[in-house]
């Protein structure tokens, strides 16, 4: 059973949106922090959001007030909501728990073009 499975990535305009979501199965999922990472063509991985079992969030400078991270503990799912975005958002995002972290999921590629 693939603990994380990423969706909701595709080819979007410059200032569109996407909604991402990520299937957790297998896991404490709702005692578990839980994070969104991506990684562009070329670069390391980053982290992007992470989101507390209780709600708390927090967000990479570059991506305040455009991403909004989220989950439902009753469907053990977590969001990453992204707005206005930019070219340089292209790249596979992936979820994952912030501490003992599962193996990768495939992620869900962003690809922002005109």
């Known amino acids: 059973q693939v603990p994380l499975v990423e969706s909701g990535g595709g080819l979007v305009q410059p200032g569109g949106s996407l909604r991402l979501s990520c299937a957790a199965s297998g896991i404490n999922f709702g005692i578990s922090a839980m994070a969104w990472y991506r990684q562009a063509p070329g670069k390391e991985r980053e982290w992007v959001a992470d989101?507390?079992?209780?709600?708390?969030?927090n967000y990479l400078d570059s991506v305040k007030g455009r991403f909004t991270i989220s989950r439902d503990n009753a469907k053990n799912m977590v969001y990453l909501q992204m707005n206005s975005l930019k070219s340089e958002d292209t790249a596979v995002y992936y979820c994952?728990?912030?501490?003992?972290?599962?193996?990768w999921g495939q992620g869900t590629l962003v690809t922002v073009s005109s």
């Open positions: 989101i507390s079992s209780g709600g708390l969030t």
């Open positions: 994952n728990k912030i501490y003992q972290p599962c193996n």
